[in-house]
């Protein structure tokens, strides 16, 4: 309610106040209760305020005969519960939110106060919805629910005070109500009305109260079921209920020890804890807040006071009185005195101490000596002396929680803890469980005894740091730290330590530490302690550890993290307490040797780390490398920082750079599979160790020379090695090698990974004898190398161009796989050199097949045959099983088909005799080849065609009921002969074309491994799952694929592992031996891949941008005088970013940035770029073309345009070159040209041309520099340079390439270019603004010249003509499809924002401009080439096209045609309905049209005639456009700006035209007004209403130049847009807004036949 309504409901309370302050008859007041009973009755919307009313009213008028009329004869308590839920409920459905104290309180009070203190009752259904109205489900929100449990515990208490005895709503609330009650709608409020309802309980039921907690079942179920923060607020309210002041047993210690047993027994009881999840830790939670607000009642005065006297009944000798004072460490108590006999022995009274104290450990003092109690067990107090000792001091040991052991150990405990502790063995077992329970039975178990379990770990002399700190077990770990803490304080407080178990528990903590299993410092605040040494003392005491520690961490690399993590920490402290610099000198020398001689096993780090490559460069670090690294670097910041000077470190960081970074090769008699490979974070913390070595300029100056090194030593191949990355280039070990593809290769490439992976024969071919290195055996030697490779390399994929070349392969040339299969065997068998190795090769997958034939006169026929590959009938089948079925069930020769028996005599020596044909399987290989016979032949069409039928085959197969021996001796059993699926080569697409990939299954296999297949396709080579199977190769609708060739395996020989290697620690396909030369080939090539891959990786990067922004600091800003040094750090970093920063964008910026800072302080430097420039063109190339990253590309673009620009600026002399005539005729420099730096960029750039077709992402970046060096600031030399070295040409060339005409040259690019098409994949529009710059500053009207001599003659600022062949390829025609081919290639490509409207600046209609200006006669060609783009068929895109247009009616000399175009644009306009951008196109056309100005042509050329010409035609499509309103839109406002803006009303002329373009407007929209919807109308009306407005000022003005304007069908269309007006079924939805703007009064009827003519 807002703050109005609650002011109104303040007055009606005044109001009410008054009128019973005044008095009321009774039949008044009855008449008023009866009004609004009816009211609430009848739900009327004065229903709340009536029942306001009764309650104000039973408030002021509380008399029995009220009542009795209100209860009795109204039912008013009903009515008003009635009411309440239904105004709960619709304020809860509503959108405003109610007040709660100003509206629903006073409510709520109301009613509460009729059902609790008037007892009032309503029926049990209306009773149930009311509760849940005020705190259950259907309660406004937590916040009502809040204020009613609150009211709820008010009225109780109140029923309390006036001990009112049982109240039945009261007991149903508690007893019914709230167990009802979802647990998850509590609030805090909650408690409250328990603990009124506990008051009640205790009031009206004392006795039962007496034997147990009141209302304990509700608390229980709430506290197990409620969110957490309300079980944690009911928990405490709980044991308030077990030990609170008002709990009426605390008189009594035993009644309530005996419940707080009670209370511990049901939170354990393990038949109590299978419930919830939540029910365990809500049960703990109890425990822990019993047992912590138990503990502190059972201080010392309390248990000796609860002991009564202080005498014994040791009574043994002669009473003797001994003063007792007890200390806990806490507290101190009052000295008391026991009496006890002399005779009674030292060790029964210290059992009797430990009974009066509670004490399970402590220690006995006599004046301030030490008694040891043991030792004295046995000798009486008299023999002891103990009774003539004095007072006795009890002292508590600081471990006072000391081990539950049982029985003997319950002496002394409270009775809380002594019950938990009697379920330690469960208590424990809680510490493995999930965080929530272990957590909370951590926190119950840390201030207790130690638990049994857990002790005997600990004094188990076998204990490891595994049970110490259990991995993974956060809190039993601190609880077992806890344990072994309080051990270790035990025996240090005993008099007589056991040294044993004291050296155990350290060395448990060296261990942990040395493990590095302990990642988190785990402190126990309570046992801190004060340190009182100095801090030179601890830095004194940690460095005599570190350095007598660090040298056995070479001994256990594992156990060095721990250490070497700290000791950066110590040294800062030992450099800051005390002049140790000779220590930490003599430190960093020893770690330094430590470091070099450092051996770690490169090849377990590298296969563990690669397994897969990600991983490699990302975990696996050497811990002592990494170590080590980060302090030799602390002692380097130390002794830097604190002794302000460095020791002579230029040797070490050579040693570090050439054995850890970059160490020599490994020469190939000593490849043993060891490289020095090392980790992405290891090398990173080398990187930075030798930058901080390297402080000098000498260091610096070694170091350059070093990266130099390793660079060059590399060996790049800028063509292959461009811009791969590990992702790309490098295979994990548990993954296979691709193979690339050539072309068409596929079939070969997926029938080469089916072979490879069949072990047996891949043993065999690198086994096989090829001694003879001669000719014959070169394609055996091939596939020995491409095997080994796909075996060892760790490239991705391999490439097979060098194996495809001798196998004669044409690699565009697609062939059948299975034709290849056989041609191949056949060619590795002709070179194996002996027959036996050929027969045993074939060995591996031939087999026999037996054909029978049975004639009737008994002459058997029985012919035997060998496969490869067994052929299957996939037609008409649908199964593997029919197939073979087919192949083997036979047929009967009968009729015109009857078998010619040869041994039988006849007429002609044969008789035709009937018989019985079959084949079946004589012998099976163990690789046995099926080929699905899948392409079929047309003889009627004379095609070969695809059967692409459903073929499913099993994963499984039972080959021995295909065999002969099944057929002949039918009843013998056939022993099982299985077959498993092993590969399957598929084949994608047509008969004609397509594409082949396998599935192979990886084996042989290690036990208990799964079944891992293979998916190759080409050079990737993934997981596949061999579920999906079916989905893939089955064929049919829904199958991707077909398979077409099956390999399956016998099944006894799968796991045959002979001569098989495995690694089973890091799982790597299985290997066979390779022979050793090829086996050191191979490592060798890994080794140069991997050095280069360090070359590529951001730490390298990284490091070579740190070298470069060092050189500032090195040299102090003084340049060298050679720039010798300068050169080679600019080199190497500009290198740096062609092999890498194709993917490290971030190095590339601050590389740049780098060499930016370096060029700006020493701008000798810019001379430097600028020779790199000319002596790396192919680098230049890589970073402009073909990077992938535009911002590399787009940056260093930007870069090198600024070197230039700054180069000029800073007056670089001969910067042009003397003159264009010493650049010869083929575009390059001449021998005795001085080296200009502009012309060496133009020579680079140029360089770069042939690379342009190679793809298409570099142009914008290419062109842009060019456009950038052909800017006004090179001009006007640069555009005679450019076309010395024919870059106009070339880009011209470029444009038309496409065209049919001769290339002058650049054979090669047009060859690429046509091969590719990939010119419409490329962006033109930097290449056409490029164009454009040059075309500007040349004569395209002036005569060609034949040569660039002629054009010399020419001066710097004149515009130069163009050459011959410029102008052939700028002006050449193709009437296929388009005439003007180079414009139209410009329109076309030229790609610009949808949204940009500033069409003068748009490049191609500028090129236009400039081609017509320079030779009017272009106009017409430029005419044709726009009609046939545009509609001869019309293109897709019409948008560039209607841009030139503009331009060309802005140029054209001739207005016919201009008038014939604009008339096909009309025409296009009326038949467009496509998508909204296509309207908007046509609108934005002629929005341009009309600021159109062409002064070639006569007046009729005015921007105002362009426009309106056929105005008709093209804007009532527009404006009734389907697809768009706002096209719509648009249209009217241009219309209305065509026919109402002053800028057509300059002259009579214009004036006629836009009153002849109204009339033929208004004329077209009331033609075609009847077919248009209701929903597009809107714009036309507008623009008809505009027409008629501009008509009928026409006709009503006045003058001899309105005679001129006037027509005589005015009238009549003024007429009849009226009445198209008034008969639009939108009429009534326009008038209101077009009254004022448009005249529709008067009379117009006469003139509606007129119109009609």
């Known amino acids: 309610m807002n703050s109005d309504g609650r002011s109104l409901l303040g007055l009606i309370h005044k109001e009410l106040s008054q009128i019973t302050q005044l008095g009321i008859s009774d039949s008044d007041r009855y008449k008023i209760y009866e009004d609004c009973a009816e009211q609430i009755h009848e739900r009327t919307p004065y229903a709340a305020g009536s029942a306001q009313a009764v309650l104000h009213c039973l408030e002021a008028w509380d008399s029995p005969t009220d009542q009795e009329f209100l209860f009795e004869k109204l039912d008013m308590m009903r009515l008003l519960t009635e009411e309440y839920c239904l105004f709960v409920d619709h304020h809860r459905a509503g959108e405003r939110s109610l007040s709660l104290p100003g509206t629903l309180r006073p409510r709520l009070d109301g009613l509460l106060r009729l059902l609790f203190e008037k007892q009032k009752s309503v029926p049990p ?35 309390v005070l006036r001990q009112g005895g049982v109240h039945e709503l009261i007991d149903r609330c508690l007893n019914v109500h709230l167990r009802d ?323 155990q528990g350290v060395q448990l903590l060296v261990q942990a530490l040395m493990d590095g299993n302990s990642t988190k410092e785990i402190l126990n605040p309570a046992s801190k302690q004060r340190n009182v040494l100095s801090q030179e003392e601890v830095a004194s005491f940690y460095w005599k550890i570190l350095l007598a520690v660090l040298p ?283 027959t036996e190795a050929g027969q045993a090769m074939r060995s591996i997958f031939t087999g026999k097949l037996r054909h ?121 059993p056939t022993p099982e002969d299985c077959f498993e699926l092993v590969g399957v080569l598929v084949h994608l697409g047509s008969a004609e074309n397509g594409h082949y990939y396998s599935f192979i299954r990886q084996r042989p296999y290690l036990e208990g491994e799964e079944d891992k297949w293979i998916n190759f396709n080409d050079d990737r080579a993934e997981t596949f799952d061999p579920k999906r199977l079916a989905k893939e190769c089955f064929g049919g609708s829904f199958s991707k694929g077909t398979a077409y060739m099956l390999f399956y395996q016998r099944s006894s020989t799968i796991n045959n592992s002979d001569g098989v290697l495995f690694d089973p620690v890091f799982g790597t396909p299985p290997k066979v031996a390779l022979p050793a030369p090829l086996e050191s080939q191979i490592m060798q090539s890994n080794e140069q891949l991997l050095r280069k891959d360090f070359l590529r990786q951001p730490n390298h990067a990284q490091f070579v941008r740190k070298l470069l922004a060092k050189y500032t600091y090195v040299s102090k800003g003084v340049c060298s005088e050679d720039l010798q040094i300068e050169k080679q750090v600019m080199y190497l970093a500009l290198q740096q970013l062609d092999v890498a920063t194709s993917f490290l964008e971030d190095e590339f910026e601050g590389t740049m940035k780098a060499l930016k800072n370096l060029m700006v302080a020493q701008p000798k430097c810019l001379r430097l770029y600028v020779e790199w420039i000319g002596e790396n063109q192919w680098t230049v190339c890589n970073l402009l073309l073909r990077c992938a990253s535009w911002k590399v590309r787009d940056g260093f673009a930007a870069f090198t345009s600024w070197s230039v620009e700054r180069l000029k600026d800073n007056g670089e002399p001969n910067f042009y070159g003397n003159n264009v005539s010493e650049v010869s005729e083929d575009g390059t420099l001449g021998l005795d040209q001085p080296n200009s730096a502009y012309l060496v960029v133009l020579n680079s750039l140029h360089a770069c041309w042939m690379r342009l077709c190679d793809n298409g992402m570099g142009w ?121 081919r180079c414009l139209w290639k410009i329109i076309h490509h030229y790609r610009d924002d949808l949204q940009e409207r500033n069409w003068k600046e748009w490049l191609p209609g500028k090129i236009l401009d400039l081609i017509i200006e320079a030779d009017p006669g272009f106009a017409t060609s430029v005419f044709h080439m726009l009609d046939t783009a545009m509609f001869n068929p019309p293109p897709r895109n019409l948008r560039p096209y209607l841009k030139a247009t503009i331009h060309f009616c802005q140029s054209s000399p001739s207005i016919d045609e201009v008038k014939r175009l604009l008339a096909r644009v009309a025409k296009a306009a009326v038949q467009v309905d496509g998508t909204e951008q296509d309207g908007i196109v046509f609108l934005q056309f002629y929005q341009n049209l009309k600021e159109v100005e062409n002064s070639r042509c006569d007046d009729e050329s005015k921007a105002c005639w362009l426009v309106f010409q056929s105005i008709e035609h093209w804007a009532v499509p527009l404006l009734e456009y389907k697809k768009s309103e706002s096209v719509r839109n648009e249209a009217l406002t241009l219309v209305k700006d065509l026919f109402s803006s002053s800028r057509y009303a300059s002259d009579p002329e214009t004036l006629q035209i836009r009153a002849w373009a109204a009339r033929s407007l208004a004329s077209a929209i009331i033609k075609g007004f009847r077919n248009v919807t209701r929903s597009n109308s809107e714009a036309l009306i507008y623009a008809m209403l505009e ?58 009827e006469d003139d509606l036949d007129a119109a009609d003519e």
């Open 125 to 159: 259904e209306i009773e149930n919805a009311l509760w849940q109205r005020l705190v259950g489900r259907y309660s406004l929100n937590s916040d009502a629910r809040e204020m009613a449990w609150s009211l709820l515990a008010t009225y109780m208490e109140e029923h």
């Open 181 to 503: 009650t979802d647990p998850m709608l509590f609030t805090l409020g909650v408690r409250a009305f328990l603990e009124a309802g506990i008051r009640y309980s205790i009031q009206v039921r004392p006795a039962v109260a007496k034997s147990e907690i009141p209302l304990l079942r509700q608390q229980w179920h709430i506290i197990m079921t409620a969110p957490d923060d309300i079980a944690k607020v009911l928990i405490t309210g709980l044991i308030d209920c077990y030990i609170g002041t008002d709990c009426p047993w605390n008189a009594d210690a035993s009644v309530a020890e005996a419940a707080h047993v009670a209370l511990v027994k049901q939170c354990l009881d393990p038949s109590n804890l299978t419930g919830s999840d939540l029910e365990p830790v809500r049960k703990l939670q109890i425990l822990h807040e019993l047992s912590t607000r138990v503990k502190p009642l059972h201080n010392v005065d309390q248990v000796l006071g609860r002991s009564g006297s202080p005498s014994f009944e040791l009574a043994n000798g002669n009473p003797v009185q001994i003063p007792l004072q007890v200390h806990d460490g806490g507290q101190q108590s009052r000295c008391i005195i026991v009496q006890v006999g002399d005779l009674v022995t030292a060790g029964e009274l210290s059992k009797h101490i430990a009974k009066l104290t509670d004490f399970v450990d402590y220690q006995v003092y006599a004046h301030g000596q030490l008694l040891d109690m043991q030792q004295l067990s046995n000798k009486t107090i008299r023999a002891s002396g103990i009774g003539n000792k004095g007072a006795l001091l009890i002292r508590k040991l600081h471990n006072q929680n000391t081990t539950w052991t049982g029985a003997s150990a319950r002496v002394g405990r409270p009775a809380v803890e002594r019950e938990i502790l009697e379920h330690a063995d469960m208590l424990y077992e809680f510490l493995d469980a999930d965080d929530a329970l272990s957590d909370v039975a951590f926190r119950l178990l840390h201030n207790m005894p130690t638990l049994a379990p857990a002790q005997r770990l600990v004094d188990r002399e076998s204990m490891s740091t595994t049970d110490l700190l259990p991995k993974g077990k956060f809190y039993k770990t601190l609880y077992m730290l806890d344990v072994l803490q309080r051990s270790l304080d035990e025996q240090l407080q005993r008099a007589v330590a056991d040294e044993a178990l004291i050296l």
């Open 552 to 834: 056995s961490i070479f001994e256990r690399p594992q156990c060095s993290e721990p250490l070497l993590s700290i000791a950066p920490e110590i040294v800062i402290i030992r450099s800051t307490s005390g002049s140790f610099e000779e220590d930490i000198e003599m430190a960093f020398k020893t770690w330094s040797s430590g470091l070099l001689e450092h051996q770690f096993d490169v090849v377990r780090r590298f296969s563990s780390d690669l397994g897969v490559v990600a991983d490699y460069f990302q975990f696996g670090a050497d811990s002592i490398i990494v170590g080590l690294a980060k302090l030799l670097r602390t002692c380097l910041r130390c002794m830097k920082s604190e002794y302000k000077r460095l020791p002579r470190t230029g040797n070490l960081m050579v040693e570090i750079f050439s054995k850890i970074l970059f160490p020599p090769p490994i020469p190939s008699e000593e490849q043993t599979g060891k490289f020095l490979i090392l980790e992405h974070r290891t090398r990173s913390e080398v990187y930075d160790l030798v930058m901080d070595l390297c402080g000098d300029p000498q260091s610096y100056r070694l170091l350059v020379q070093l990266a130099t090194q390793a660079f060059q030593s590399a060996n790049f191949d800028k063509e292959e090695d461009y811009s791969q990355n590990t992702e790309i280039s490098l295979r994990g070990l548990r993954d296979h090698v691709g193979l690339f593809n050539l072309g068409a290769t596929c079939y070969q490439n997926s029938l080469l990974q089916q072979l490879f992976m069949n072990t047996r024969f891949r043993k065999f071919i690198l086994e096989a004898d090829v001694s003879n290195g001669n000719a014959r055996q070169a394609q055996l030697v091939e596939t020995q190398v491409l095997f080994a490779n796909m075996q060892n390399t760790y490239c991705k994929a391999y490439d097979t161009w060098s194996f495809a070349t001798r196998d004669g392969t044409q690699v565009n040339v697609q062939e059948d796989a299975d034709e290849y299969f056989e041609a191949l065997i056949g060619r590795w068998e002709s070179q194996l050199g002996t």
């Open 852 to 972: 029978q034939t049975r004639p009737d006169c008994g002459h058997i026929s029985d012919v035997l045959e060998t496969f490869m590959t067994l052929p299957i009938a996939v037609k008409g089948k649908t199964t593997l099983e029919e197939g073979f079925q087919a192949l083997v069930k036979g047929e009967v020769m009968e009729g015109g088909n009857e078998y010619k028996c040869e041994k039988c005599d006849g007429p002609n020596g044969q008789y035709q005799k009937r018989a019985f044909k079959r084949t079946c399987l004589e012998e099976v290989p163990d690789h046995l080849v099926l080929n699905l016979k899948r392409f079929d032949f047309d003889m009627t069409q004379n095609i070969r065609f695809k059967i692409n039928d459903t073929f499913e085959f099993p994963r499984k197969i039972d080959m021995s009921a295909y065999r002969i021996e099944q057929f002949l001796e039918p009843k013998v």
């Open 1260 to 1380: 914008d970046s290419y062109f842009g520099l060019l456009c950038s060096l052909a800017g006004p600031k090179f001009q006007p030399e640069a555009t005679g340079l450019f076309l010395v070295w024919e870059f106009l040409a070339d880009c011209l060339e470029l444009l038309t390439i496409d065209s049919g005409a001769d290339s002058r040259r650049n054979h090669k690019l047009v060859w690429r270019a046509m091969r590719s098409k990939t010119m419409m994949k490329f962006q033109h529009n930097r290449l056409i603004e490029f164009v454009y710059i040059l075309l500007q500053h040349v004569d395209l009207g002036s005569p060609p010249l034949d040569s660039h001599a002629e054009r010399e003659q020419y001066s710097a600022t004149e515009k130069l003509p163009l050459l011959v062949f410029e102008r052939e390829r700028l002006f050449i025609w193709d009437e296929d499809p388009v005439g003007f």
């Open 1587 to 1644: 027409c008629q407005s501009l008509l009928v000022s026409i006709v009503e003005a006045t003058g001899p130049e309105a005679e001129g304007l006037r027509a005589t069908q005015d009238q009549a269309i003024i007429a009849r847009c009226r009445q198209s007006f008034e008969d639009s079924t939108t009429k009534d939805d326009f008038f209101a807004e077009t009254s004022d703007e448009y005249e529709t009064d008067g009379p117009w």
